[in-house]
């Protein structure tokens, strides 16, 4: 008896193992299941009617998103949006004292929630709201005025990578404390700084600087002293200056980098705290746009690129984010974006393990191009307008370091505040993963001895474009064509774009050869309305908001007036009678007696 109980002890034992093993398994692949299910993904789109140019973002510390650009164009006003965890805009502002270029911009959120933002030549420290707590210029030695790349947040305050000679000098590093005040600062004669990354493991700093001739890494210490500085030579040449990022390893022992030189290379590499390489990756040259970031595992880097893929026979860039282990094999790639211009600006990897890109979109904006930032799982999967990408194995490449002369050091002081005026500003935060209706628009430029139109699609949430030319050629459906008119005269040009949520139709006047008359939009005007449009010539116009005589003409598709007349009321009904007319597609254009444009559109007679 007593073997059978130790035998039945022993299988009453086994069957609870065997059950809770299954216990543990389900909960694991439901934890699993859960997390998965928590990493958020969306697509969202910001912007005003201008173009928002990015150029920064960061992770904050409620899990939302801090996004900076400039909105005007590249020398336009400072352009920051908050968001939730989830993309959705919680706030924004607008700073007009900010020039804000391409290189040398970023943003910080220091650990009581406020934000430090790098201008070329400011500095702007503001409240977790965005608005102002104090903005500051410095200058060096001689008055040589410094500019800023990056900040990071240290022990009390914060360390600014920057440059002499508002970007055209050398390299230079201050320590501020949290009101501004320069506490040491180095320069080093290395180039011009690209990006700065603090190491967790030996609490230096490491730079990034680029000049015509070569692009170089400097450490420097806590304190200020710069310990070495290495050029970087790819199959041994010296890489010369065009873009780089730099970041921080997973456990603080390594520093890796990317960059585009000069010879069109596409390089990552890792190196140690001494400057040693440890490995290195390679992309194809095609690439126009590079940056990167590390994920959680050691083993996995996720990348976001710029492609110059062709689509519908034009060349246009295109968001591409794949992942790849350290030597260069691929566990998943994908473009993300619509048909136009797409490009990222950075990476990060989230609270939640998934995957954040911060770009530029013109297929989702308000106006020329707007801020575009996605969010995926740690699938890569972010929920809408996405297609798998070809990637092959990337390549290792020769990377080698050279040293060069030490940093030096360098007075910097305080130029002072500067008056930073800070707005709220009126934008508008789409969701694109939500099917939105197209809107047309295009703009007009001569070409070749004054007879060919070069075309410009402006439109926005389109998937399909079709062009009439208004001279009885064939038509076109590339994006941006170019069309040769062989007489003179005024041509209807008519765009008409589409989405799977509708589409939408834009008309021009095109005038040859007489280059004063331009173009004139005739999309429809809320002032004016024609019933029964189509007909079988008996027109009725209905004119609102106008307080003096207007005249109609009314062209054919040869750009040839059949029609014109003097309207009776200023406001209300007047009929036009173009029964005489054949059957087809008229426009017309009602102006005022001053000349200016009342209302136009398109008028179809039927049989």
Not at 25 to 49: P, R
Not at 261 to 285: A, C, E, H, K, R
Not at 537 to 559: A, D, P, Q, S
Request: charged residues 15%; glycine residues 10%.
């Amino acid at each position: 008896m007593q073997l059978k109980g130790v035998t039945l002890s022993v299988l009453l034992g086994t069957m609870i193992n065997n059950d809770m093993k299954k216990v543990i398994v389900s909960i694991i692949c439901i934890l699993g299941s859960l997390f998965s299910f928590s990493q958020k993904t969306f697509q969202h789109s910001y912007g005003t009617k201008s173009d928002e140019v990015p150029m920064a973002f960061i992770q904050t510390a409620d899990k939302g998103y801090a996004l900076l650009g400039s909105t005007g164009g590249s020398s336009g006003y400072g352009y920051l949006v908050k968001t939730d965890s989830l993309g959705n805009k919680l706030w924004s502002k607008e700073y007009d004292v900010l020039n804000f270029a391409i290189t040398g911009v970023s943003i910080i959120q220091t650990k009581d929630k406020h934000y430090i933002i790098c201008d070329q030549d400011n500095l702007i420290k503001t409240d977790s709201l965005g608005n102002l707590i104090w903005e500051n210029s410095y200058y060096g030695s001689g008055s040589i005025e410094q500019t800023f790349a990056k900040a990071i947040e240290v022990s009390g305050g914060y360390v600014i990578v920057g440059s002499t000679s508002s970007g055209n000098g050398d390299a230079s590093i201050m320590k501020i404390d949290t009101s501004g005040n320069v506490i040491w600062a180095s320069e080093s004669p290395e180039g011009f700084p690209q990006d700065m990354a603090l190491s967790k493991y030996d609490s230096c700093f490491y730079l990034i600087t680029a000049s015509d001739s070569n692009m170089n890494i400097i450490k420097v210490s806590k304190s200020g002293e710069g310990i070495w500085s290495k050029s970087i030579y790819i199959n041994g040449i010296p890489s010369s200056y065009d873009d780089a990022q730099i970041n921080e390893s997973w456990d603080g022992k390594k520093i890796a980098l990317s960059l585009t030189n000069g010879m069109g290379q596409n390089v990552w590499f890792s190196f140690d705290t001494s400057g040693t390489v440890i490995n290195t990756l390679s992309y194809p040259t095609t690439v126009s746009y590079f940056s990167w970031a590390f994920c959680s595992n050691p083993k996995y880097i996720f990348f976001t690129i710029g492609t110059n893929d062709t689509i519908s026979g034009t060349q246009y860039n295109h968001i591409a984010l794949f992942k790849t282990d350290t030597i260069g094999n691929i566990a998943w790639s994908y473009r993300i974006g619509g048909i136009k211009d797409d490009y990222p600006i950075g990476v990060l990897q989230a609270t939640d393990v998934g995957i954040a890109i911060f770009g530029s979109t013109q297929n989702f904006s308000e106006g020329l191009s707007d801020f575009y930032f996605i969010k995926s799982d740690s699938l890569g999967n972010s929920g809408c307008n996405q297609t798998t990408f070809s990637v092959n194995t990337l390549t290792t490449v020769h990377v080698s370091l050279h040293q060069n002369n030490d940093s030096s050091g360098y007075i910097v002081e305080n130029k002072g505040e500067q008056t930073c005026n800070v707005a709220s500003i009126n934008d508008t935060n789409f969701n694109d993963c939500i099917c939105h209706s197209p809107i047309a628009d295009f703009n007009f430029s001569y070409g070749a001895n004054d007879t060919q139109g070069v075309f410009f699609d402006n439109s926005t949430w389109v998937t399909h474009w079709y062009w009439s030319f208004g001279d009885g050629t064939l038509d076109s459906t590339d994006i941006s064509p170019v069309h040769q008119y062989k007489d003179t005269g005024a041509y209807n040009v008519c765009l008409t774009v589409k989405n799977s949520c509708g589409l939408d139709s834009s008309c021009q006047i095109i005038h040859y050869p007489n280059l004063t008359l331009g173009i004139e939009t005739v999309s429809t005007n809320t002032a004016v309305n024609v019933f029964p449009n189509p007909s079988t010539g008996l027109f009725t116009l209905n004119i609102k908001g106008v307080n003096e005589k207007t005249t109609v003409h009314v062209y054919n598709m040869l750009g040839e007036e059949v029609y014109a007349e003097t309207l009776r009321q200023a406001q209300g009904d007047n009929t036009i009678d173009l029964t005489n007319q054949p059957a087809g597609i008229y426009l017309y254009r009602i102006t005022s007696e001053k000349g200016e444009l009342v209302g136009s559109g398109k008028l179809v007679i039927i049989n």
